[in-house]
């Protein structure tokens, strides 16, 4: 999906489904317990940091209130989002510790060595150049600074059929990469210390997990507010992504590295 595309993507409804499939304040799968993961070995008490494509802000709420974060900066390109993101910030009593601002595809008006983590939830699968993404990330760290990514990533076997429509047909596409690739861009950038780690196996089970209260407790839920043709859409897009996730082909990871 392109990032112009992205920007008027995210309706009032849609975020609703989302979080009623993934939590409160999450639009992405994995909630506080995938944040845990995402964040090993990273020491966020204290720190200054950025949250690149920040959503609906409930992942920013948990960095500042649970992991104790000193300032935590969102920004995102979606302006329904960020409204959500914001009402969310004053409702917590986190106006001094979050801020949330709307971007624009390209640099980010920051200086140099603004943060000391750059972190980013689901957000790099829909930019078709990661190389810019991951140059402005080292810009924008202090020395010894942290970036922290966890996304969406595709295997390095060809794409299934199913995969193929999924990824590249539908009327919403992905740019997806290896999580190799993505690591071997990270230094490229001129991080080091790259590590990686493939969650297949655990979205394998949160996939089919969904997909059975999708088509189980939620459908009536999802028919109620939805109507019963976006209803059997959700169900089926989560039987997709079930399916994908066991032929290995959908693989959620995350990728961690210091700039020097």
């Given at each position: 999906m392109s990032t112009q595309e992205h920007?008027?993507?995210?309706?009032?409804?849609?975020?609703?489904?989302?979080q009623m499939r993934w939590g409160?304040?999450?639009?992405?799968?994995?909630?506080a317990d995938e944040l845990v993961h995402m964040l090993r070995g990273v020491q966020v008490r204290g720190a200054r940091l950025l949250d690149f494509g920040c959503g609906i802000g409930g992942y920013d709420a948990l960095l500042a209130?649970?992991?104790?974060?000193?300032?935590?900066t969102g920004v995102d390109i979606d302006g329904a989002s960020l409204a959500q993101a914001e009402e969310r910030r004053v409702r917590r009593g986190l106006q001094d510790r979050l801020r949330f601002r709307q971007v624009t595809p390209g640099p980010?008006?920051?200086?140099?060595?603004?943060f000391d983590i750059v972190f980013s939830k689901d957000s790099i699968v829909d930019l078709p150049e990661k190389a810019p993404v991951f140059a402005e990330f080292h810009r924008l760290l202090a020395p010894g600074g942290h970036v922290v990514v966890g996304d969406w990533f595709r295997g390095a076997?060809?794409?299934?059929?199913?995969?193929?429509?999924?990824a590249t047909d539908g009327n919403e596409t992905y740019e997806m990469d290896t999580l190799d690739s993505a690591a071997a861009a990270l230094r490229a950038?001129?991080?080091?210390?790259?590590?990686?780690?493939?969650?297949?196996a655990w979205f394998r089970?949160?996939?089919?997990?969904?997909?059975?209260?999708?088509?189980?407790?939620?459908?009536?839920?999802?028919?109620?507010?939805?109507?019963?043709?976006?209803?059997?859409t959700s169900v089926e897009n989560a039987r997709v992504r079930a399916l994908l996730a066991d032929q290995g082909q959908l693989r959620p990871g995350h990728i961690r590295?210091?700039?020097?």
């Open positions: 920007a008027l993507y995210y309706s009032d409804a849609l975020i609703e489904n989302l409160a304040g999450f639009m992405s799968p994995g909630g209130e649970v992991h104790d974060a000193a300032h935590v980010l008006a920051f200086e140099d060595g603004s076997a060809p794409f299934t059929p199913e995969m193929r429509a999924w950038a001129g991080f080091v210390s790259v590590e990686t780690e493939d969650r297949n089970e949160y996939a089919r997990d969904e997909y059975e209260r999708l088509k189980g407790p939620l459908y009536q839920v999802y028919v109620d507010r939805f109507g019963a043709a976006q209803a059997r590295g210091r700039k020097p």
